[in-house]
Each structure stands twice: as C-alpha cells, then as structure tokens.
C-alpha cells in the first residue's frame, strides 16, 4: 500500500549511489518510494517485514543529504550490530550509549559536531536527556540534521505488541525541530496501530509504505508440547542445521534449556534480563561472531538480534500475541534463505500468559492484552494454513490458501460443508444484536447462546429468549470455536480490534445467510501438528563443488571477521557467498558484479576472496559462471516452483473443464484453483487467458499493473481498478504480466 506517491524518476542516479554504498544491483519493493519521499522533506511511514529492507529507507538518504541524520532505536544491541556493518562498507555512522566511557562520549560528539557523522544512534532516553539537545542544536546550526528516523516505531502505540511510554514523548521532535523530516520504521504494525504511530509522532500528511508481510522463505509449525518437551526440543535441534534461537516464558527456564543443551553438545547460552549487562553482551557477541549455536532467551526481553542468518527459531513456551509472534519469529531467515519457526502448544503455558497480563496495573491494557492472547492460540489450534492467518491479522486478505510452506498446507486436514452451522452462527450473532439495541457480543456469548446456556450473562441480556437459544447443542464448544476462527479467517465475521473482541456481521456474512455462499471448515486431524517438517527451500541447489567452495568462502569470511572482531554477516551475507560459489568470479571487475560488494567492500576484500575462488577452481580444473539472477539483498527471482498439486490442476485443466468444475472435482475453493492456474501459467505452461479472463478486461487489468508497479499486491492492483474486477481475474492476468517480462 502506498498512500499518495508511486515510483518516479525524479531521481535516477539512486541505483549507482545503492551499488557504491551498499553493493546491491536494485531496489527491494517500495524501498525507492520512500527513499524519495525523504529526499523530499516528506515525512514517512514505513512498515516492512524484518529482512524486507527498512534501514536502507533511511540509510541511503542519509548518504545522499546534507547533516546527520539521527536515528532513535531502543535496542543498544540493534543500533550497535548496524553501525558495524555501515563502517565495514565505509560509511561515517556511530551510536551513543550507556555502553561508551565518558571519553568515548565526547569523542563522538566531537566529530558529530565536526561534521563527520552521516548517521548517529540513540536511545529515545538519551534524547531527553539534557546535554543531548543542546548537541543537536549545535549540530544543526553548523551543517544540519537531514532527518530523524524513528526505528521499532510500533513502541509508540499502546496497541501495539512491544509498547514502551518513552516512545510517546518522541513527538517532541515536531516541535523543537519544525522543518525536519521524520521518517517511522516498524516490522509489524496493525492499521490501527499505524493512524497511532502517526498521530502520537504528529507525522504531517505522510507518505506511506506498507510492504507485503509474506516471508515465503519460513516455513511455520505448531507442535503440541509432549510430556518430555525437551527432548522434544533436542531431537529437533539436532535435525536443524545453523544457528537458532529459542524463546521461553521465564528467566529460570531460559537457564535450564540452556544448561540442559549445553550438557547435551549444543553450544547455547541463555540471554535473559536477569543477566549482569556485560554477560548478555558477552552472549549476544558470541551468538552473532557464530561461536554458539545457539541463543535461550526470554520472550519478554526484547534481543534486537540484527543477525540475518539465523535459521530457526523455536518458541518453546506460547507467545503473548501474534504480533509478537511474527516478529520474534521473523528474526529467522533475513537474509531471504530458507528457515524453520517452530511453536510448541502446552496449554499449562496459558495460564502463564495470563498470569503476567494479570500483573500490568491498566485494566485497558489487560484486556487488549487477553484479546491479543486469544487471537494466538486462534493460530496455534487452527487447521488452516498458517500464513493467512498471520497475513489476515495484518489485514492482508488476499494470500493464497495453500503457502506450501507449512504444516497445514503439507499436511491438509479434511474439509467439510458447514454452512447450516455458518448460518445458525452468524443468525445468533445478528439476533444477540438486535434484541440487546444494537449491542455485539464476543465469541464465548454467542457459543453459550447456541449451546442453550444459562449463565446469569445470559438470562441478563434475556438471551435466553431469541430464537437461536439452544439450537447449537449438538456441537461442541470446540466445534463452535472452531467454525466461529475459520469464518472470522475467511472474512465472512469481523472482530472489533478494541480489546474486547466482539463479533459484527460484514457483507459476506448476509450472503452466507441468504444461502448464496457456502461454508467450509477445515476439520482437525488428532495430533496432526507434530513430525519432522523440512523448510521450504527457496535458495537455488549448489553442485557438490559449489557447496566445498561455499564452505571455503564461509571459513574464510569467518577468519576476517575474527580478526575485525565483527560478525561474519557484516563481512558479507550468506546471500553473497552463495553467489560467488555458483558464480566462482576470479577477477576484481567480475568479482564487483557479485550482490552486496559495493566499493568499499570491493576494496577491502576483493582480492582476498578471489585469490581464494581462483585457487580452487585451479585445483578442481574449474571455469566462472554466468552470475545466477538474483535481486538485491539475496531475493530469488523467477516465478514459485510448481508441485504435484499444481500438476493436478493442469491434467483436469487439459481435460477441458473450467476452474470451477475443477475445484468442485478435487474439493478445492475456486480461489486456490485459480492460483494454481496463474502459477503454471507464470511458468510457462499452456494455459488460455483469453478463456478465463475477457480481453477487454485484461487490457484494463495490465494497465492497473502497469500504474502500481508488477510487485504490487493484488489488494493494490484492485484497488486501482475498482470493486468490480475480483481477486482471480487480477491474479491471472499478472502472471501473464510477470511471464511475459520474464
């Protein structure tokens, strides 16, 4: 979602100056909108999943402008792992923390002051604190302050699933420096908590950006807690390959997870803020240096892990929401390649989490909170796949059903017709309403009413009474919860986001009602959620000799890191490495063409590498390569493989029938048909557009395409077409627009 400015050329050298800092051939999505809206004076929002690119949004700008450009983060850790990689690629940028002596200090401020600085990272504490502005003052006076980013922008918002009362004072910065603009930055953020983030910064008329929340390299499985969790746990980790990060509920389990690891030959450490400062340093700086394997940590105690390369992450006790869940989870995988987020379901954990929601001294902040819970153990106990319901929460509708990359979609539970039960349920929903005067209920209200309870609630609001009491006793309260989260998924019920969590009927539900929409449910299978998944693997597969170069390049880029005393990802992602060991470049100018070598790095390591590449290609008798084709930042191109299932479709689809009487053949929504369909056509199979979509429309559907851009989501497509083209017709259509530009 953009909400005023697309694409321009206005500023057509920013590709050379993206090569020079920071090595990368091209923008990832909406990163060159937003990078000239602040070259603009404009002030941003920006909210990308974690690995989706946001610093570059403020770091490039801030290369490209006159001043320092100041970057309020709240993670001593975070801010400190991106000033190391910014340095390693030349870049003038530095941070001030309760981590520096006083010299330090003042050393820092000096070459702020010098203008010396392009970029400098505090805490929203040292901003208030009374030397602080003065410096900016000066600062600004003598050669100006370019901006003033805002990172981890979702603290400000008390709905939001990290919010700290610090972050409300940041509008302060409007005031004291009018003309300034002021960019926020955040992994995850409701719609709500956006028009918060706005209002509480005093954002004047922003732009903003709002990138697809999909991580399609994380495949997502939610196993239940078995009596013996860890040895559940070992076995996994053993099967894992690379580092990973491990999230309990408590400080005393973090210490025992590790201890027990460690005992068992996995080098762990805990991470937890029971820990003296200099021991959480001493760990977090072994975790990302690759020296442990693995990092225990609390769920609570915000990491600020900056390490792309992590492969997995297993939350070992429930998350307090899903908006913490995605972000936590998110820290797998950053650098794009495939990684594994794991959750164990133990149900004694809920009454844990409510316990601490019990302990926060605002009853408003209890009860967004208990809501923010349910909504997690809605996507823990579903049978549907696991992304939609993460995309759907962030209001992002128009996700495949079947990711491909979960339990549940690798594992399908059975579907079976419910739409009496649809219609009995959303009935309730709308008689509760209308004998109460206008008044919703949640969802434990309108399940007791269908079950004939006679709860004092109940016989309060003379529920008892309306004509739905009592006819949903011959499904359980499981049943009824279950069809109530799949209708709720299916966008057929809409829940308030005010911490209460009540039902209101949508469009939809009065189709269903009318018997012009079926219902299907997903029906659990028993113990259908554990076993051994494998990720879903987006990265291209090395030769063997291209993985013994690759391990060389990964034993080299260690041995310099070590001696820069930095984590190996900041000489280069495993993104790069990867593409040298396809590519095996043997000069510097070939060497340059590599993603992620810029100039500096093109300096300080070119020969190194290439002297390491042309030696084993001398030994294995071996030529360069083509460079395989890839995006900036480690992004695979070219469409998303087609399967067996996607085959399937094909063999019907030759057959001569429509998509609709292949979906009803195979038991299949129309909409899944569909994706198939546009998926073999990306790749290059026979499929007949005109057949499926009129060539009048299809013209008007490139020409949307053609206007937002062809990595825009299909919600942005329709939305520049109107009401009056769906989702399938749109999908369709650009496949034939990636395929043809491919």
Same mark, same amino acid.
């Given at each position: ?99 520096? =002596? ?35 003052? !000066? ?109 309990? #509920? ?10 027990? #690891?460690? /005992? ?40 600020? $892990? ?7 992450? $297993? ?29 164990? #379901? ?12 019990? !302990? ?86 309108? $399940? ?16 008892? /009474? ?19 989260? =799949? ?256």
């Amino acid at each position: 979602m953009v909400s005023k400015s697309a694409v321009s050329s206005e500023f057509p050298a920013l590709e050379q100056a993206l090569k020079q800092f920071f090595g990368y051939d091209q923008f990832r999505h909406y990163q060159r909108p937003a990078i000239e809206a602040l070259l603009q004076q404009r002030d941003t929002l920006v909210v990308m999943p974690t690995g989706g690119g946001k610093s570059l949004c403020y770091q490039l700008p801030a290369l490209l402008k006159l001043g320092v450009t100041v970057v309020v983060s709240p993670l001593i850790a975070l801010m400190q792992d991106q000033v190391e990689t910014l340095q390693d690629n030349g870049i003038a940028a530095t941070f001030l923390n309760s981590s520096l =002596s006083l010299n330090e200090v003042r050393s820092r401020e000096a070459a702020l002051l010098a203008g010396e600085t392009k970029l400098v990272y505090v805490a929203p504490e040292r901003l208030f604190g009374g030397n602080f502005l003065p410096l900016l003052r !000066q600062a600004e006076q003598r050669h100006g302050i370019a901006a003033f980013a805002i990172d981890e922008a979702h603290c400000v918002s008390e709905w939001g699933h990290d919010f700290r009362p610090e972050y409300r004072q940041l509008g302060f910065l409007r005031q004291q420096f009018a003309q300034v603009p002021l960019m926020a930055l955040t992994a995850t953020a409701t719609d709500r908590v956006r028009r918060d983030i706005m209002e509480q910064l005093q954002l004047r008329e922003p732009e903003v950006f709002v990138a697809s929340f999909n991580r399609p390299n994380l495949f997502y499985d939610v196993r239940p807690k078995q009596r013996q969790p860890y040895s559940q746990l070992l076995a996994q980790v053993k099967q894992l390959d690379g580092s990973g990060i491990i999230y309990c #509920l408590s400080r005393r389990r973090v210490d025992e997870v590790a201890f027990r #690891l460690q /005992q068992d030959g996995i080098p762990a450490l805990p991470y937890h803020a029971g820990l003296s400062d200099e021991e959480r340093r001493t760990h977090q700086t072994r975790f990302i240096r690759d020296d442990v394997r693995v990092m225990v940590a609390t769920v609570a105690f915000g990491m600020g $892990i900056d390490k792309p390369d992590v492969r997995f992450v $297993i939350h070992y006790d429930l998350s307090r929401s899903l908006e913490s869940y995605y972000q936590e989870s998110g820290r797998a995988g950053r650098d794009g390649e495939a990684a594994v987020c794991s959750l164990y #379901l133990g149900y004694g954990d809920i009454a844990t989490v409510d316990y601490l929601i019990g !302990q926060k001294p605002d009853p408003q902040e209890q009860r967004i909170a208990r809501q923010q819970l349910r909504q997690m153990l809605d996507y823990a106990e579903s049978p549907v796949c696991r992304r939609r319901v993460q995309l759907s929460y962030f209001g992002e509708w128009d996700a495949p059903e079947n990711c491909q990359a979960c339990d549940n979609c690798l594992n399908p539970p059975p579907m079976e017709e419910w739409t009496v039960e649809a219609q009995k349920f959303l009935s309730c929903i709308a008689r509760c309403e209308q004998h109460s005067g206008g008044r919703n209920f949640g969802m434990t209200h309108i $399940i007791d009413v269908l079950r004939g309870s006679t709860k004092q609630q109940i016989k309060k609001w003379r529920h008892d /009474q309306i004509s739905t009491h009592g006819i949903g006793k011959d499904r359980s309260v499981e049943d009824w919860r279950a069809l109530g989260r =799949s209708l709720l998924h299916q966008r057929l019920v809409a829940e308030s986001d005010d911490g209460y969590g009540v039902l209101m009927l949508t469009p939809s539900s009065w189709q269903v009602l009318k018997g012009q929409l079926p219902v299907k449910v997903a029906v659990p299978k028993a113990q259908n959620k554990g076993g051994d998944r494998q990720a879903a693997d987006t990265s291209q597969t090395l030769s063997p000799q291209a993985e013994q170069l690759l391990t060389q390049l990964r034993q080299l880029r260690k041995q310099l890191a070590d001696r820069q005393a930095v984590p190996p990802y900041v000489v280069f992602p495993e993104s790069s490495l990867r593409q040298m060991a396809q590519a095996r470049p043997q000069t510097l100018d070939a060497f340059a063409q590599i993603s992620g070598v810029g100039r500096q790095k093109l300096s300080q390591y070119g020969q190194t590498f290439t002297d390491v590449i042309r030696g084993f290609c001398e030994v294995n008798g071996l030529d360069s390569q083509p460079l395989p084709v890839s995006s900036s930042g480690g992004d695979t191109l070219g469409p998303p493989p087609v399967t067996d299932t996607h085959l399937t479709t094909l063999r019907y689809y030759q057959k001569g029938m429509t998509p609709a009487e292949i979906a009803a053949d195979r038991g299949l929504r129309l909409s899944t048909v569909t994706d198939h369909l546009a998926r073999l056509l990306e790749n290059g199979h026979p499929i007949n557009l005109d057949a499926l979509v009129a060539p009048e429309r299809q013209g008007a559907i490139r020409a949307a395409i053609a206007t937002v851009g062809t990595t825009a989501s299909l919600r942005e497509i329709r939305q520049q077409l109107g009401e009056s083209y769906d989702y399938n017709e749109i999908r369709l259509v650009r496949s034939a627009v990636a395929r043809s530009s491919s």
